[in-house]
């Protein structure tokens, strides 16, 4: 098979789904995809590809892909749609839109999007031209993703902070600088399937070839896990308690890093008295972790320099996430592992670049201080949260559910929703999710199939491009990238291009700045010193120049991180704050301590006895993307059913075996799962994969590709399960019991 | 002269599925005749992958096998009565001509790896050709391997000494196996640490249970057998032998200084976790 041409190009969202990062080779014939490779010349993946790259020509020229704006024309439910124009839906939305806004304010429009791909910029720049301050990850119960793992880190060292795989280099692992960690922590995480949070999970094998060692914490055997010095099988939700016990340890008997705690933190000995309350036997008894693995584990982390932890979303559905991520960033501080060649080193975007405006020091220079303390007043969440008020400025989405079905204290009218299959995805407590929906006066979905949010509350459905179609570039940590459009598929539009349009219309100053996406995306660019255009001539990435902000290492020391230039942090100290002055801003406890899930066998002994099992949800596959790729069917085959993993003992135990259909149930509900009996779950734990629903299945209500019989997430209630307003939502740790299914359910 | 095959390396294998996705990519929608006829949609596996979960309790592993076609030098899908359809090449391939197969079901179910699938439309056998067309062409590599993000499948030239499939196979000598070599197929396919039982477990100290016991002498020796092998427990007191022979009779004894030690027999009928060894003091 011959090709016109080859374009290369940078993976992130439509197509793999997920957060990007990586070279692509997309090859071209007769103005389709035809073949896609990895690019073994781009840095960060080095010619790497996944099975969702690989299926890329399957999911865009898909036969159920939406290639053009739809209306809908019967009930909603009932899966009638129209073909539109282009004009027609956005002047529907304009229209609206705009009678929302003149009847009830700005704010009776939720702009809704799932997790933090592509479309924060996008749908940011959206949400502010018309007025709302209420851009939200509706359903995701505790905004349990990153979130908490972000605010934390920005509260305790005034920056983000990442694995080092070298990545800040293009040499990589060859740069003279740069040291492979001697151990590293996976924490709650599978890097390899999921690929998470601008990190490429195969980094970690990279360096299990160099020599890392791992410690592996996780209720759930890996392929990391049985390649570790030790495995942590943790009780699901019990992190905190394991991270203190760790502090404890390490502090107790003189592992920590005296230089660098001397020198650059405050609060040591307040943190000091907090972990004494944490002896590693009674840490023990909380996390089912026995006590000589805790203090074996502590010492090993802390005596091996480089050290650096890797860690995942389990950490922010934590109850008090946030304060859970800030125990486990303390210990890469205590180490002195902090922004070190092979530790946590600092993340920044290279040059500066971002997407749109991230934290709330961001948003002030982007749209003034006017107009963020505005947005304030309104958005859901920031009166009674101060964190949700000062850190990333995005709306509650527990309380944000709570007020589309009671009007309080303003009416929700309407919901853009983007990159998110709220009812099939994210949303906890499913069927509060879908009642709220079905209120909604307008719902517009974008999107690239139809799913069960478009089939029950699509009002205007909206065909988006994938990565192979649209001009976009990414700036997630490194390196900045553009993404080059190659072909066109149908109506098809970008998210930005979509996004662009309304905005202008909704805020002609903004037509006024930005012609075309190009415009915009020069714009965002200007830090780097390169255009578009410029950057795709020159290879289409670039990392951060040496000595700046954005390139490790030991900034701190070189005064690189602080607004006025002086060594430090950019926190109020100046240091690393153990004892967080933005936390006690914030009304929250300036030190860490751990709280004991909503629902357990120790809070609620009652609810225990009649439902013994966790239920941890969320487990990645390498073949899906949360909640989608299940119609692409060379991915299908390779994970086909909607399973639960149970343990040997407990399968015995309740008469089931493997292959069988299930019933997982507790008070709010009842799922029906396929078993795939397995020791890789501990024996009180079951594992329950998200996203399910079945696109082969009738998409009309009531089944809605049947996720009223496989969604998990029915089983999950809503939070805030935290004081911060961020983290908590219990995911991972709902308790459920299990029995066989009666009759056929295949 | 080349003799191609693959090498697997297992442990290195995360189950990613990109060989499958590869090999889908390649064949799917595209013939190469005279050597293959495009894959159906659905259903095929040239290339797919077997996980084992083994252990119990604290002792667990995960691995992933990948398993396609063996490229045997004594195929068992060659016999008397079809070798006009199935051939192997002077390069050690193995061929299903996917003209002169049809309709012949029988050597689906000749294959003892199951790595042939039966093409319900075209009415042929399929499989893996070690992608023929593209080292026709002058490729060097093959899709599932070229793919392979962890360097899990290795492609190339067994007889070329310096290539690196020789030097992995003379590197790793000891732990090269091929997939049932008892049935005398010789498989140009080998599988680097093909998961065998192993026996693991922890010594802890009766008086000390709070400490991880680093550096205790466990031995291990099959019964009837005098080889002895040896290990310490590692940092968090733990201790492991691996690849060891199916249904034997081990005994381990466990050891450390100023305690009674602790002697067991284990049957490998699986791997073992033996479990906390707790060696009380003298």
């Not at chain 1, 759930?220 to 203190?244: C, H, N, V, Y």
């Not at chain 2, 199935?86 to 790595?115: F, L, Q, T």
């Not at chain 2, 099959?222 to 427990?233: C, F, L, R, S």
Request: net charge neutral; proline share 7%; hydrophobic share 35%.
């Amino acid at each position: 098979m011959g090709y016109d041409n080859v374009v290369t190009t940078t993976a992130w969202s439509p197509g793999p789904g997920c957060h990007g990062g990586c070279g692509v080779k997309l090859y071209i014939k007769n103005g389709k995809v035809v073949k896609v490779e990895g690019d073994e010349n781009h840095p960060f993946s080095q010619g790497r590809a996944c099975p969702r790259l690989l299926a890329l020509t399957q999911y865009m020229y898909h036969p159920d892909r939406i290639t053009y704006p739809l209306k809908r024309v019967g009930a909603r439910g009932e899966g009638k749609f129209e073909r539109i124009t282009w004009d027609e839906a956005l002047d529907t939305v304009e229209e609206k839109f705009s009678n929302i806004k003149a009847e009830y304010g700005p704010e009776s429009v939720l702009f809704c999007q799932g997790t933090g791909r592509d479309i924060g910029g996008p749908i940011s720049f959206l949400a502010y031209s018309y007025g709302s301050p209420n851009w939200i990850q509706l359903g995701l119960a505790g905004h349990s993703c990153y979130t908490p793992r972000l605010g934390a880190m920005m509260a305790t060292h005034g920056d983000y902070a990442v694995l080092d795989a070298g990545q800040f280099s293009e040499k990589r692992y060859a740069d003279p600088e740069y040291e492979v960690p001697k151990v590293i922590i996976i924490w709650g995480q599978n890097p390899m399937p999921g690929c998470p949070d601008g990190f490429f999970g195969h980094w970690i094998v990279d360096c299990m070839k160099r020599g890392s060692k791992l410690i592996v914490v996780d209720p759930r055997w890996t392929w990391f896990a049985s390649r570790s010095e030790k495995f942590l099988q943790i009780r699901p939700g019990t992190d905190g308690a394991l991270a203190m016990g760790m502090i404890n340890v390490i502090i107790s008997e003189d592992l920590y890093d005296q230089e660098f705690v001397k020198n650059w933190t405050e609060g040591f000995d307040d943190l000091k008295r907090r972990a004494a309350e944490y002896p590693p036997q009674k840490v023990a008894a909380i996390t089912w972790i026995p006590e000589a693995d805790i203090i074996a584990a502590a010492r090993l982390y802390a005596s091996a320099k480089p050290a650096a932890i890797q860690w995942g979303v389990p950490i922010d559905k934590c109850p008090e996430g946030s304060t859970v991520a800030q125990a486990i960033a303390h210990l890469w501080c205590l180490t002195g592992n902090l922004d070190v060649p092979g530790g946590n080193v600092i993340a920044r975007p290279a040059y500066g670049v971002t997407t749109y405006p991230f934290s709330t020091q961001e948003m002030h220079e982007l749209y003034g201080e006017e107009f963020v303390r505005r947005l304030n007043e309104k958005r859901i969440g920031a009166k009674e949260f101060a964190m949700v008020r000062n850190f990333r400025g995005w709306a509650q989405p527990d309380l944000a559910v709570k007020q589309m079905l009671t009007g309080d204290p303003y009416p929700i009218k309407a919901c853009w929703i983007q990159t998110s299959n709220v009812l099939g995805g994210q949303a906890a407590d499913t069927a509060l999710h879908y009642e709220a929906l079905k209120k909604m006066e307008f719902v517009v979905v974008a999107d690239l199939f139809h799913n069960p949010t478009t089939m029950a509350v699509a009002d205007i459905v909206l065909p988006v491009a994938s990565i192979a179609e649209k001009e976009s570039f990414r700036s997630w940590w490194v390196p900045l990238q553009v993404i080059v459009p190659a072909v066109e598929v149908g109506e098809c539009r970008s998210d930005w291009e979509i996004n662009l349009e309304l905005a202008k219309r909704f805020n002609p100053e903004l037509a006024k700045r930005y012609g075309s996406v190009k415009d915009l995306i020069n714009d965002r660019l200007k830090p780097c010193g390169l255009t578009y255009d410029e950057l795709k001539a020159q290879g289409g990435w670039i990392m951060p120049p040496e000595n700046s902000a954005s390139r490790p290492y030991r900034r701190y020391e070189k005064g690189l991180l602080r607004p006025d230039g002086k060594p430090g942090f950019r926190t109020p100290t100046g240091k690393v704050e153990f004892a967080s002055k933005s936390y006690e801003e914030w009304g929250l406890d300036s030190l860490p301590y751990y709280s004991e899930p909503p629902e357990s066998e120790v809070r609620t002994p009652e609810v225990y006895k009649k439902y013994p099992l966790v239920m941890v949800t969320g487990r990645r596959s390498s073949v899906y993307f949360h909640s989608e790729h299940r119609m692409i069917p060379w991915l299908r085959e390779c994970d086909p059913y909607p399973i639960v993993e149970i343990h040997p003992s407990v399968a015995e135990q309740v008469g089931i075996d493997d292959g069988e259909w299930v019933v997982i149930e507790n008070d709010r509900g009842s799922i029906k799962r396929k078993a795939k009996v397995t020791p890789i779950v501990h024996p009180k734990v079951i594992s329950v994969p998200h996203g399910w629903w079945l696109p082969e299945e009738d998409g009309c209500e009531p089944n809605l590709f049947g996720i009223w019989d496989i969604n998990c997430n029915k089983l999950v209630h809503i939070g805030p399960g935290a004081k911060s307003g961020y983290g908590g939502g219990a995911y991972k740790t709902a308790l459920v019991r299990v029995k066989k299914a009666n009759g056929a359910v295949e | 002269m080349a003799r191609y095959g693959i090498v697997v390396d297992v442990e290195k294998c995360t189950g990613c599925h990109s060989c499958f996705l590869a090999c889908k990519d390649e064949y799917i929608g595209n013939d190469y005749y005279p050597t293959s006829a495009a894959q159906p949609n659905e259903g095929h596996k040239w290339i797919q992958l077997k996980e084992v979960e083994h252990g119990t309790g604290t002792k667990i592993k995960v691995d992933y096998i990948p398993v396609m076609c063996q490229h045997c030098v004594n195929p068992h899908c060659i016999t008397s009565n079809n070798a006009d359809a199935v051939y192997r090449r002077s390069d050690g391939i193995v061929i299903i001509d996917p003209k002169k197969a049809i309709g012949r079901k029988d050597i689906v179910n000749a294959c003892p790896y199951g790595a042939i699938f039966w093409n319900e439309e075209k009415s042929i056998p399929q499989k893996c050709t070690l992608c023929v067309h593209m080292l026709d062409n002058g490729e060097k590599t093959v899709r599932c391997a070229e793919c392979c993000p962890t360097g899990a499948l290795v492609f190339g030239d067994l007889d070329d000494a310096d290539s690196e499939i020789s030097k992995l196979l003379v590197a790793k000598a000891d732990k090269v196996k091929s997939f049932k070599s008892e049935l005398g197929t010789r498989p140009s396919t080998k599988y680097i640490g093909i998961p065998k039982p192993f026996i693991a477990g922890e010594v802890i100290l009766s008086d000390r249970q709070c400490d991880c016991v680093k550096g205790a002498k466990v031995t291990l020796k099959a019964n009837g057998e005098d080889k002895v092998i040896e290990v310490q427990t590692d940092f968090f007191g733990d201790f492991e032998f691996k690849g060891l022979a199916r249904n034997t009779d081990y005994t381990i004894k466990a050891e450390y200084e100023g305690y009674y030690p602790i002697e067991l027999t284990v049957r490998t009928h699986a791997s073992q976790n033996v479990g906390e060894l707790v060696l009380k003091a003298k």
